[in-house]
């Protein structure tokens, strides 16, 4: 857990002193509520890149906080990985897009903001999306971001989405009626989805309105205003 400010070098390393932990399930870096107890930028979570090959079992991992690093994540077992942050690192969005995580059924990301340490941009987006080892993919998460509407752009210009998909979640960034624009132009591969979640972003209530004409299955409550030409990740500092 962590309150105020904290880092998890210790704890990584401490990790990696004992070897390898093969009974390991279930790991989170950042056990915290914010803002309540922590904003997320004062949590440093660090390298786990060393970690993989010492929990071959793991099922699930959340990493929550700022300056996230994967190394290079492979793991014939994982089936859910969270990153919460302000802020993701363009080397962990490169992570991402060359993981071998071939079981994996939950991705959510919030790439957060270049004010707190984020720095991916739609061509990581695009690594995720091209990953084939994602084929077992239900739920993806690629949220929170500042670069929104091109994250929308790239759903678009996919020739495919994971074919297991059923989440699509695109929640909490800045997402404008030009981003939903890009969604209704690729209505016909999001209409097979369970859920298009694009809460939270800054969506008119006319765009809000065809969104959900032409899909169904989109949720578009909690949209927020932007103050003049400003618009603002739910999750930064």
């Known amino acids: 857990s962590a309150e105020g400010q904290a880092d998890y070098d210790a704890c990584i390393r401490a990790l990696i002193k004992h070897g390898p932990l093969p009974s390991l399930r279930s790991l989170t870096l950042g056990d915290f509520e914010h803002p309540e107890e922590s904003e997320i ?10 970690l993989w090959p010492l929990v071959p079992n793991l099922d699930l991992l959340t990493l929550r906080g700022a300056g996230i690093r994967l190394g290079e994540p492979k793991s014939s077992r994982l089936r859910s990985l969270e990153l919460r942050t302000g802020g993701l690192p363009s080397a962990a969005g490169e992570s991402l897009a060359h993981a071998a995580l071939p079981k994996l059924e939950r991705l959510l990301v919030w790439f957060g903001t270049s004010n707190y340490g984020g720095s991916c941009s739609a061509a990581h987006v695009r690594g995720i999306l ?12 690629l949220a929170n971001a500042d670069f929104a509407d091109d994250i929308a752009s790239e759903i678009a210009r996919a020739k495919k989405l994971p074919p297991a998909l059923t989440t699509l979640d695109l929640s909490m960034g800045t997402m404008t009626d030009a981003g939903g624009e890009h969604l209704l132009a ?23 309105r065809r969104l959900m004409r032409a899909l169904p299955n989109a949720v578009t409550k909690a949209q927020r205003r932007s103050d003049g030409d400003h618009y603002y990740v739910a999750v930064g500092e």
């Open 186 to 208: 690729a209505a016909d591969s999001l209409a097979k989805l369970e859920v298009l979640d694009v809460s939270a972003n800054f969506l008119s209530p006319a765009m809000c």
């Open 130 to 141: 091209a990953n084939r080892s994602f084929k077992h993919l239900r739920f993806l998460g």
């Open 41 to 50: 930028s004062w949590v440093e979570v660090g390298n786990v890149g060393k």
